[in-house]
């Protein structure tokens, strides 16, 4: 019936039952054969003009590739945030853009509450000195007593609060559209961006990428932190002055940081942030389980058969 192009990773190992559902409903898949979860402009463009829909990963969309693509009638975020696809103009081309919001949370809320145990007891640092043949023993911090500030205060986030509540942690969060019933239902104390920036031991990045995020934690920010704060990043790369990070890092204004998106991927293996110390790197990995990637191929295959059938999608961003 169609051809469908699969930029996003282990789709082909991890995905089988949308797979499956695809291809019995008659089209055509194009199917990413590396590891990484996108494709450049060149891959895109040179298949891009006989291609009814798209389930993406980490690629761009613009424009530029709109106007090569008079087919093309859907583009499926495989994940949730849609900050690398031009919602606006994909609407004036008449393609659909859609993601699957919910499906793959509770797997970056499990990395993050990971990245605070890790950061706090120094695991990283001390692996590594065993891998040296050292029998170092560094003091760590425990989680209990510590403040939690969440910048965003979403789905992801709000998985966080539940997760950690356990812990006996004083929860504080910042949403640009602040849900006060979520907040209270989960202990979560509702204050200004401002406030939790300087009130928090670790902070915990949940906002999206965009022209009023970017370099949100900049120099002047890290400066209003507490001295040995924490930073936890796994929502967008961009939100991160990767230089005032570093710096901040070397004088020891914050402790350690945790990181799973950054602003130019893959990471080059000569980056500073990997010399920084307390650091955990991992390669935009929050929503890499099992349980997620069967959650969200399911959801995004539904939705692109939604509108090659005729129908609305459930969860359509542009509309």
């Known amino acids: 019936m169609g051809k469908i192009l699969i930029t996003a990773s282990h789709y082909e190992e991890l995905c089988g039952q949308a ?40 690629d761009d969309w613009t424009e530029d590739v709109f106007k090569v693509a008079p087919k093309l009638k859907v583009i499926a975020k495989f994940g ?4 690398n696809i031009d919602g606006k103009a994909a609407k004036e081309y008449g393609i659909k853009v859609i993601n699957a919001p919910g499906q793959n949370s509770n797997a970056v809320a ?13 695991i990283i640092p001390l692996h590594k000195k065993m891998e040296n043949g050292e029998w170092v023993r560094l003091v760590g911090y425990e989680v209990k007593g510590k403040t939690v500030g969440l910048l965003g205060f979403g789905t992801i986030a709000r998985l ?47 906002i999206p990428g965009n022209q009023e995020t ?34 901040a890092l070397k004088s ?22 990997l010399k920084c110390g307390n650091v955990i ?3 935009h990995t929050g929503a890499e389980t099992y349980e997620a990637y069967k959650n969200v ?16 999608p459930q969860f359509w961003t542009n509309k």
């Open 19 to 58: 797979k499956k559902l695809l291809e019995e409903s008659g089209h055509e898949l194009i199917i990413n054969k590396s590891d990484m979860p996108y494709y450049t402009y060149d891959q895109i463009v040179n298949i891009i003009g006989d291609v009814d829909a798209a389930i993406i990963g980490l």
């Open 80 to 83: 949730v945030g849609v900050d």
């Open 110 to 122: 499990e990395l993050t509450v990971g990245y605070v145990i890790g950061l706090l007891r120094n």
């Open 160 to 206: 966080v609060a539940e997760k950690l509540r356990g812990f006996d942690v004083n929860m504080i969060a910042y949403d640009l559209y602040p849900n006060e019933e979520a907040a209270n239902a989960l202990n979560v104390k509702l204050m200004s961006r401002k406030d939790v920036i300087k009130n928090s031991d670790i902070i915990s990045l949940h």
């Open 214 to 247: 970017y370099h949100l934690l900049n120099k002047e920010t890290f400066g209003m932190m507490k001295d040995g704060a924490y930073i936890i990043n796994a929502a967008r790369g961009a939100v991160i002055d990767m230089e005032a990070l570093c710096n």
């Open 252 to 273: 020891g204004k914050i402790a350690g940081a945790a990181l799973d998106a950054f602003e130019a991927e893959p990471l080059s293996k000569d980056a500073e942030i």
């Open 281 to 283: 790197c991992t390669p």
């Open 297 to 312: 191929s399911m959801c995004t295959a539904r939705g692109v058969l939604d509108v090659l059938n005729g129908k609305d």
